[in-house]
Every structure is written in C-alpha cells, then in structure tokens.
C-alpha cells in the first residue's frame, strides 16, 4: 500500500498501477461498480475485470487518453444522485476519444487517486517517447546532486562511508528529521540486503534520502504543475504562482530568483528548474505562508474615531496566575504590551511609606510599587505599537496617595499624556492617527461644573457591579489632579439605550461585566450595534470566574464593543483567537470595524439568519493536505510516542457563520500524516470571520492537544499553504505545520455545484433577491420603489456573469475554485486540430477578447466555444450596463438619506408611535444598508469582469491563441488593454 512505499517518481506510480488494485467505476445512470483495474506490463492499455465486456474491450488504449482529472469534474459526477457521497479527493475522470468520453472512477483513499491520476498523467504527456522507467529514477537532476553530496562529504573517496557520518549529512540537508528515524531507514535498507556492516554506500545513501524526504502530496503537485516532467521550470512556476497562489504580475526573473533560493542543486540553479526538494523547501518557506504578508504592515485607515476600532485588551494585567490567588507581577505588563495590548488595567490602592501599590485586591500579597509599572510601562508603551494605550485606573486609595499617583503619571509620562479637554462641538472621539504616541487615562471625573479640590464619585469596582445591579451605587473620594488627567475616557455606569442616545457625551466610556453584556447582545443586537457606533463599550470578564478562565471575545466583536478585556494569563481556544484576531492590520492593537457596523444610518444584526444585506457572502474551501512533525501532546500521560492524528477547522464569527468540520483519523503516523479530505464553509460575514486549525490526538491518555493556528478569514492567502502550528501557550513550534490548499470564492460563483444541465440559468423566480423593507411611511415608501428593479437587475446582472464562468470551468473538467487563467489553460489544449495547431484565434471586438474559429469544429470543441462566447456577452453587458444601473440605486440612496433627520416627525404625523415607530426606523436604516450593499457589490463585479477580460485576454497571448501564434503583446493588442484599462478607472464623478 502507498502508505508503506512511498511514491517520490513516475516509476513507483506505474509500478503500482501495473500491480492493479480495486476502483468504484461510477456510470451516468446513478450506478457504482466495484471493478479491478491495471495497466498493460508494456504501458500501452488500461483494463478492468470482471466485465461482460470481451476481455480485448474491457479496456482503453492509453493512445486514446485525452485529459486525467483529479475531483468530480464530469457530467456523469455532476448528475449522479449518490454524488455526495463520493469524496471530492478520492475522485477522478479518465477523459478520452475524440468526443471527450469519461470513465468515472472513485479510488478508496485520495492517496491512490492521486497515484492514477499522476501515473496518467505521466503516460498522456510521454506517450509519444520511449519510457524507460527504470533507468530513468537514476538520472534525474535529483540524484545527480544527492550523489554529488556524498561524493564531497566521502573524504576518502571509496564510495562508502560511516553510518554516523550519512545520518549527520541527511540531518544536516533535512532540519526537521529525528536522527532515530533516519538510523532506522539504514537499518531497514541494510536488512533488505541482508548486510553485515552498517557502512553506508552512495545508493544507499540516495535510496535512504528519497524515502525519508520525499512528501508523496509534494511530489503529485509537482508532477500536476510540471506537466509531468518532474522538476519545475521558470514557465511551470509562473503559472503556478498566478493561477494558484494568486500572486500577481509574475515574472520570469522572479521565478528564476525563487528557483535560485531554493534548488538544492547547482545544476538546477544554473538550468533554471527546480526539483522535489527545492520545491518542498520553497512550499515550507515563509514566501509560501498562510498569513497574508500584506497585514503584516497597518493597512487599514487609522483616521476614523476611536469607537471604529476593535482593541486589544487586557483584564487584570497584573495578574500571572488565577485572580483569586495570583500575585500581582510586572511581567504581566512586560507581556501584553510586547503583544501590542492597547488597553491594560491598574488597581491602584493605599501602600505603605505614602507610596501606592498595585496588588490583587483578593490577595494582598507581593504588591508591586505603583511608580516602578508606570515606569516599564513608559519604557514598553509604543515599542509594538505607536497607536494610543489606555490605562484602565482602578483607583482605591486615599486622596493624599491619588495625589502621589498624579505626581508619578505627570513625571513619567511628560508629553505623552493625552489630556486635552474634549470639545462638544465634536461628535465622535479623536483617530488613532491622531492620538499616536499618547497615552488615556480611563477613570472617573469630578463634575466639571464644579471648582473642586476632591468630590465623590461612583465606585468603579467591578466585582461590585456585578454582584448588585439594580443596587445604589458605593460612593468614593477623588482628587482634583487624578480627575484633570482623564479626557477622552470618563468612565460613567450604563443605564440603558435611551438615556444614552439622549444624555451620553461621545468621551464617555461604560464599562460592561461578562453577564450584563450578554443579556443586551441577546436581547437587542441591534441597538448595541448602534450605540457602539458613537460610544466605546468595555466588557470585562465575570467574577465567577476564579480560575481567570476567558469569554469568548467574538460574541461581543459581533455586536461592535472594542474593548473585550481577555485574562492574558489563561491560554486556551478563547485566547487563541483574541492573539489572531489581533495579527491582522500590522498586529498594531487596533482593527478597524465592518462598514455595516460604523455607517451612522445601516442595519446590523449579529443574531441574523442568513446574508447580511448588502454585503457578498462567500465560500472557504479548504483542502487539509498533510501534516508534519507533530509532537506528542504535552500532557500525555505514559503512552508511547506513537499519536493518531485528526484536525478540525473551526469557523468563528457572526452565529449564523460559527460552524466546525474535522478530518478522518490518520492511524500512528506523526511525522506526515495524509489527510486529503476537502471541506466548503459558507461565510455570510467574511470581515468578521475567523478561521482556526486545531490538530489533535485521537488516542490519547489525559491531553489530546497537539497545536493550533488562529487567523482572519481577511488575512488567509489563497492556494497551497503551510501553517505554522502554535502549542497550547501561542508559541510557534519549530518544524510543526499543516499542509492545505485554501480557496475563496463568492457564493454565486461558487460553493457545491448546482444539479443542473451547463446551459440552464436559474430562473428569476428561484433566484434569491434581497428585498427592500417597508417602513409604513408612505413618502418615504415611494422613495424606495424605484430602486426594485434595478436591484433586481444588479443581482440578474451579477449571478448571470458568474454562472457563465461556472458553465465554463465545468466545461473544462475544472472545480468551481479554479482560475480563470486555469480556464483558459485547458481550453487551448481543448482548442487544438490533430495536428496540435490552434482551431481558433484571439479576435479582439470593441475591446473584448472573443475567439475565432479558423476552419471545421469538432461539436466538443463548438460547446466549449459557445459557452465561452456567453462569458463574454454576460461580462461585456455587466460591463457596459453596471454605470447606469448603479447610479438608479445610488440615486434612490441619496434621496432616502435627505430624509433621514424628517423620520420621527413623518412617522408622528401618521400616527406611528412606540415599537412601531422603532420599526419604522429600524426599516429606513435596512433599506439605506440593502442599496449601498448592493451598490458596492455591483461595483465591485464590474471590476472583477474587467480584471478578467484582462486575464483571458493575456492568458489567451501566453497560450499561444492569437492570430500570430506569437506570446509577445503586438501594438493592436496594447492598445486594447489600455482601452481596457481606461473602462476601468471612468470618470471621477462617482461613477463606476
């Protein structure tokens, strides 16, 4: 089985194919077969048994191979009823005859597909020379500089060596292999020998090198992406960048850079090619991570007010341990501000010698001197971050010792201290960007309406609060001088909604506990969406929780509070995704919120059911590949180092989005574990979804956690990707990864494939529209009627585009997930005479790229050629249609908004009050979102068909299907891509 051979060349796939082995031969009719398949010792036919076929038709010429497709990619897939049942990975489609016939097989595990479809692969692409296998694994690049390597580390020159010499060459060219293992492959390859001595020969060096470091899923990619030629060239590796990575404006000097980093061998570097290794070392590199590079800098817009921002936070910074015994220690500041914390807490109280103290008011033990923290937390203030830090005062000491503090915050802070008086002129809070470098102080004030040394204020005592809500609450001293160095963050008690549209001043902060907050969020989502639009919201974890345990940050993200304050001490899944969530925007401490969540008039709900209005839904599709080095769980108890494998890919976000998906179980195997399975995630609310990988062992004793990895759905980059897996307490662990291939995709143009004939289109009536509300105000109703049909017109325009790509890419054998670049790739080999000359030709028609056809069609190659025309038709009138159907949507926006400050009087005046009255409003906010959605969404599709007429059009140029059969761009041709380069930018009016 291929689990106990590796595959690492064409020869071992043909080897086991020629041996034969059970497949499930799928037909049209809804039929699956069980069926035992090889190939003709002399390569030249495939056959099957049992079959009342004749013995000599129970077969397939591979002369007569066409195309070999990994997936459900067939008619015969698509339609058959048990289809869904039929893994994704273990399918595959022999395509063959002049009229493009498929044999439909599914394998029992995707390792055995992937063995097919690349032995195949690697007959189709030879069939033409002669195949001489077993010569062949010999010479290539690769063992020519594996043999290079031991002829230089072989001082003596007798062509054997000391096993402890070749196991320090292997583990010196493989980091990550355990030495143990490699002792183990020479023992096995010397018992295979039946040798006496443990020297190590240059073949068993070489035998020994490609058994431990050949990934068999690295060595199928690479055979797919090469066209078989088992190394990659410049051209191979910039189609694979672009088509797969999504890496755009690739160049061949980029590629030969890449190949000159990362090929081991000098041959290679020279050639220009890279080989299994270099390519696996390039795929495990930094350049090949999941994380986007892009967020790795601040790339949000930091000039929106404060409450726009979600921020990271810290509860009880002080504490290291659990907040009922632990001691207060300064690391525990040391710690979240090199985690660009942004918001950390100090409770101050009485200390001897008239000096405060910070303690854990649950035990006084080990205080900490109030002016030494202030002091490292001035040294640590803007060292991860220069967006502002706000100091969370917890202030419980006598009026002479808050004097002492002042003096302290003045001395040590100087100039960084924010404590201009706010301006009521003003409506929303100060920017980040403006408030860079400075430092809030959050804490009670003394009225300012009065000239006081010291007054009362409420007590801010948490565990106070939490314990009596509906009680008065305590009453505490404050100082002048502590109440002059709050501004910007007056922390007042939270009443309820309508006392804070009335009476709340836009610098005053409440503070929220775990279980006040989640009463609201369930209670009216929608009005604490709205109040933290204006307002900061600080929600701080309960006092039940005496182990410091965390909340789960994403259930008050989904209602817009920015401050959740996490137990930085308590690692676990909660604070797993607090530390990802905040690595996106340069992990500066600050992201920057949904638009639908800052917009003055827009509707959210986090509690909603489905597509939130105006915003375009989206599918993950998520390949888990393989994982490797995997330790043994930390907290294991006596058990050997064997571990069974699984993972689970958790998505978080809005509730409707919160769903969790796992992998089958790989038994025994820590090292490279093959999962290959695929999985499809719906996502209403991409900008707030959140994806994390979790490796686990199915066979543990006590701790069954291996490691995980947090990330937002924003910052994931497309294609094959290795993940660096983190253990429990966030550290990344050296050599520890998952393999997967990631795909995005919009839901209208992708997700599961619709049973459905290529050429029908959903109809208007099935077809899912987001309606406009009524609001019961007449005036304002008639506004909003216009605006209908072109909102049903948007989505016409919009899903009848995406389905003649989807008609297309299913066309040419390819998953809903592939490019359009890919798309074009397969055409052109479907797009060929018998003599390999192209039938059609690019014809650029007002700028469009169309094909020509150059003399008689096959019918195969006239439905391809008619649903490639409908994509252009379907993306030309998207194209030239969108302006005018955009500015009806926006028109009716613009008009609906002028009446925005008229609502409460229109809706008295027909005598709606009350709830209704609300309904009215909460309507109105729902109409505004529905048309500026979908007025983005059609803007943005408008640009999506422009950047595709861009890429068909050169990847038709790169494929050789111009007139000229040239890949250079021509004059005519630069012009049309200028032409469309200007149909992008428009005009500056505000048009598309």
């Known amino acids: 089985m291929p689990s106990e051979k590796k595959i690492s060349s064409a020869s071992d796939c043909i080897s086991f194919m020629q041996a034969g082995c059970e497949l499930k031969k799928v037909r049209p009719n809804s039929r699956i077969y069980n069926r035992f398949f090889t190939l003709d010792p002399d390569l030249q ?14 077969k397939l010429d591979i002369s007569a191979l066409k195309e070999i497709r990994l997936g459900k990619n067939t008619e015969t897939f698509r339609n058959n009823s048990l289809a869904d049942q039929i893994s994704e990975d273990c399918a595959f489609s022999i395509i063959h005859g002049e009229n493009y016939n498929s044999l439909d097989l599914v394998a029992h595990s995707a390792d055995v597909a ?29 063992f020519a500089w594996l043999r290079s390597v031991f002829e230089a580390a072989d001082v003596d020159g007798n062509g054997i060596m000391l096993e402890d010499t070749a196991v320090e060459l292997i583990k010196k060219l493989n980091l990550a292999l355990k030495e143990s293992k490699i002792r183990l492959k020479f023992k096995e390859i010397q018992r295979s020998k039946e040798k006496l001595t443990t020297r190590v020969t240059e073949e068993e060096f070489c035998e020994a090198y490609t058994e431990l470091c050949t990934r068999p899923e690295v060595y199928f990619l690479l055979v797919q992406i090469s066209k078989n030629k088992e190394y990659l060239d410049a051209h191979d590796l910039m189609i694979f960048l672009e088509a797969e990575q999504g890496v755009a404006h690739t160049t061949e000097e980029m590629c030969l850079d890449i190949i000159r980093r ?59 341990e659990d907040q009922v015994r632990g001691p207060a220690d300064v690391n525990g500041y040391v710690r979240a501000l090199k985690m660009s914390c942004r918001s950390i807490e100090l409770d101050v109280c009485d200390g001897p010698d008239k000096e405060p103290i910070i303690c854990n008011r649950n035990s006084m033990t080990s205080p900490l001197s109030f002016q030494g923290v202030i002091e490292v937390i001035n040294k640590l203030a803007f060292v991860s971050s220069d967006y502002p830090l706000i100091l969370c005062l917890g202030n419980y000491c006598s009026i002479q010792q808050q004097k002492v503090m002042v003096q302290h915050i003045k001395k040590i802070f100087g100039t960084k201290l924010y404590t201009d008086t706010p301006l009521p002129s003003e409506a929303y809070l100060p920017s980040p960007e403006k408030l860079k470098m ?34 008065e609450p305590k009453m505490t001293w404050l100082c002048k001088g502590l109440s002059d160095l709050v501004s910007i963050c007056k922390s007042i008690r939270f009443t309820d909604f309508e006392n804070s549209t009335k009476s709340q001043n836009y610098w005053e902060i409440c503070s929220f506990s775990e279980a006040e907050a989640s009463r609201i969020a369930n209670e009216c989502p929608e009005n604490f969406v709205n109040y933290n639009k204006k307002f900061l919201s600080r929600i701080y974890p309960s006092a039940m929780r005496i182990d410091s345990s965390n909340l789960n940050p994403q259930d008050f993200w989904n209602c817009g509070c920015q401050i959740v304050a996490m137990n930085y001490q308590t690692p676990g899944p909660m604070m797993d995704l607090h530390t990802g969530w905040f690595l996106q925007n340069g992990g500066c401490g600050y992201v920057l ?30 390949k888990i590949i393989s994982g490797q080095n995997f330790p043994k769980p930390k907290g294991a108890c006596a058990k050997g180092d064997v571990i069974d494998p699984y993972v689970c890919i958790e998505v978080h976000g809005i509730p409707a989005d919160c769903t969790e998906q796992r992998t089958k179980t790989v038994q025994q195997n820590s090292d ?18 959140m994806v994390r990988f979790v490796v686990l ?9 291996i490691g995980q990895y947090a990330i937002p759905l924003e910052c994931v980059q497309p294609g094959y990707r290795h993940i660096p897996l983190r253990s429990f307490v966030g550290d990344i662990m050296v050599h520890v990864t998952l393999f997967v291939h990631i795909a995005i995709t919009n839901r209208s143009g992708g997700g599961k494939a619709q049973k459905r004939s290529l050429t029908s289109r959903i109809g208007k009536k099935t077809r899912g529209y987001t309606m406009l509300r009524n609001t019961s105000l007449k005036t304002i109703d008639d506004i909003f009627k216009p605006a209908v049909h072109p909102l049903e017109e948007a989505t016409d325009m919009r899903e009848n585009m995406q389905h003649a790509i989807m008609s297309v890419k299913e066309l040419c054998g390819l998953p809903p997930i592939t490019s359009l670049k890919q798309c074009i790739l397969t055409l052109s080999a479907r797009l060929v005479n018998s003599d390999n000359v192209p039938s059609v030709a690019l014809c650029m028609k007002d700028n469009f790229p169309y094909l020509e056809p150059l003399g008689t069609l096959t019918d195969v190659q006239k439905k391809v050629l008619a649903a490639y025309d409908l994509m252009i038709q379907e993306s030309r009138f998207l194209i030239e249609t969108a302006d005018t159907v955009y500015d009806k949507i926006v028109q009716c926006q613009k008009t609906g908004m002028g009446f925005h400050e008229e609502l409460h009087n229109l809706g008295t005046k027909e005598g709606l009050k009350g709830r209704k009255l609300s309904k009215a409003i909460e309507s109105f906010a729902w109409n505004i979102t529905v048309l500026k959605g979908q007025g983005d969404l059609l803007k943005n599709a408008k640009n999506e068909a422009i950047e595709n007429m861009k890429q068909i059009q050169l990847a038709c140029l790169s494929c050789g299907l111009s007139k000229t059969g040239s890949g250079n761009l021509d004059a005519k041709t630069k012009r049309s891509l200028e032409a469309i380069e200007e149909k992008e930018t428009g005009d500056e009016n505000g048009r598309l």
């Open 593 to 622: 919120r949904p638009s639908v969540m800052r917009e003055e008039i827009s509707y959210f709900s986090a509690n909603t059911k489905g597509i939130v209005p105006g915003v375009s839904p989206q599918v993950l599709h998520v």
């Open 262 to 320: 990362y090929e081991f061998s000098e041959e290679g570097q020279l050639k220009g090619f890279l080989a299994i290794d270099g390519f696996t070392q390039y795929l495990l590199s930094p350049e090949c991570d999941i994380f986007d590079p892009a967020h790795r800098n601040v790339v949000q817009d930091m000039t929106q007010p404060l409450s726009h921002y979600y921020i990271n936070a810290s509860h009880n910074t002080y504490l290291i």
């Open 438 to 471: 400075k430092v809030i102080i959050k804490g009670k004030k003394l009225p300012c309406d009065q000239d006081l040394l010291e007054g009362e204020v409420t007590d801010e005592d948490e565990e106070a609060i939490s314990r009596r809500m509906s009680e």
């Open 114 to 142: 992937n063995i097919w479809v690349s032995g195949l692969q690697y007959l189709v692409s030879h069939s033409k020379q002669a195949l001489d296998l077993t010569e062949g694994s010999q010479n290539t690049p690769r």
């Open 697 to 705: 062992d199915d066979d543990y004793i006590g701790d069954e956690f």
């Open 672 to 689: 490279n574990p093959i999962f290959d399975e695929s999985f499809e995630f719906q996502i209403n609310l991409p900008e707030l979804a």
């Open 45 to 58: 036919a495939l056959r099957w048994e049992p079959s009342k076929k004749d013995p000599d038709k129970a």
